[in-house]
């Protein structure tokens, strides 16, 4: 009997180190070496994530949800190649905060933190790549168990032996800045900038996880939000980190619906909040920029990277308590634009489709509240 349970302990020994061994071999999410061809992540934070190991110092930092990653940060530093951008897809305030303590172990001059909207609805929970302890650690090791001991990293390494590395239509995604290179969108030959635009608007109508929820229509709902932000600040002064803030500049008809789904006092009490932590700067105010299709991809999704960080240069949109109450009007929509959204959504055909995957999205991350 002992010696039968030996050799299933050896048996499984071995199999574990067989498993390592091609695990770490293949590295299909590019934890621990540098070879990104023919990669593909299952989560796009993992690239963030990951890739941040291979910095021992920076000396600027760029934090926020996934339209962070469509900046153009090199231009913003005379392409310092100690410059990392860390957005998170699709991500809570917590979460970002939890990865931007990771930048700040980097020791950076700066972090610029970037606000998106809807990473303070107080429905939305974590997301499931999310895993507390993981990131709090940060430790290859535990890294390694974590994203690779599992069905889906053993298929997708298997799918980068057979095919992906010799997959020559695999189009790189992301720079080794954390930068998104945008060729999902640039070979995309089918690529229309208005059904782009009014799927993202549909989706961000329909989920509760995004702006559908009603407990986000209430302004003290993002206060727990705001808080962390306060503590944020707090922990990089510690480190004599300079936090800039900023509120993402979305494409204005995403604006127009914000007002028309009744979270406009939401909208505007996280302006005023924010103001009594800090300067901010809210780019949502450059209306040339964000009424011009031209400069997005969709509702958040940035084309020129550039223009943004020119904004940054200066103190045009910089804001703090005694004005920030003024630039409501700036953003508060004006009729044709709140016609111009009821047009694009009576002339939506796909809100069946919008509705099934944002169904979907709240069974893979349920909801903290309606």
Not at 180 to 193: E, G, P, V, W
Request: net charge positive; glycine share 4%.
């Amino acid at each position: 009997m002992c010696r039968f349970f030996l050799k299933i302990v050896l048996m499984a020994v071995l199999v574990t180190i067989t498993y390592t061994i091609f695990m770490y071999t293949t590295d299909p999410y590019q934890l621990v070496g540098n070879k990104q061809e023919g990669k593909v992540f299952p989560n796009f934070h993992l690239y963030s994530y990951n890739f941040l190991k291979k910095y021992d110092k920076l000396d600027y930092a760029f934090l926020g949800s996934s339209a962070v990653n469509y900046y153009d940060i090199g231009y913003m530093y005379g392409n310092n190649p100690n410059i990392y951008s860390m957005g998170i897809e699709s991500s809570t305030i917590e979460e970002q905060i939890a990865f931007g303590k990771l930048l700040a172990e980097k020791h950076p001059k700066e972090i610029t933190f970037f606000l998106s909207f809807y990473s303070f609805n107080p429905s939305r929970a974590r997301e499931n790549y999310f895993n507390k302890f993981v990131v709090l650690r940060n430790s290859t090791l535990v890294d390694f168990v974590y994203q690779y001991f599992n069905k889906t990293a053993f298929f997708d390494a298997l799918k980068y032996v057979k095919k992906n590395r010799q997959d020559t239509s695999w189009a790189m995604q992301f720079n080794p800045d954390g930068t998104r290179t945008q060729n999902h969108y640039k070979l995309d030959k089918a690529y229309n900038f208005d059904s782009s635009l009014a799927d993202y608007l549909a989706l961000n109508y329909s989920d509760k996880r995004l702006y559908g929820s009603r407990t986000f229509k209430e302004p003290a709902s993002i206060d727990k939000a705001m808080e962390q932000i306060g503590e944020f600040k707090s922990f990089c002064e510690e480190k004599n980190i300079k936090l800039n803030i900023v509120i993402a500049p979305d494409y204005r008809m995403n604006t127009v619906l914000i007002y028309y789904m009744g979270l406009g006092k939401t909208y505007e009490h996280l302006r005023i909040k924010l103001a009594e932590i800090q300067l901010f700067y809210d780019l949502n105010l450059d209306t040339t920029f964000t009424c011009n299709h031209r400069n997005y991809w969709d509702a958040h999704h940035v084309r020129d990277g550039k223009y943004v960080m020119d904004d940054l240069k200066s103190t045009d949109y910089l804001l703090k308590k005694e004005n920030v109450e003024s630039t409501f009007e700036i953003l508060r929509p004006k009729e044709k634009e709140t016609e111009k959204l009821k047009s694009i959504f009576f002339r939506y055909k796909n809100w069946e489709r919008a509705k099934k995957i944002s169904e979907e999205d709240i069974k893979q991350t349920p909801l903290l509240a309606e």
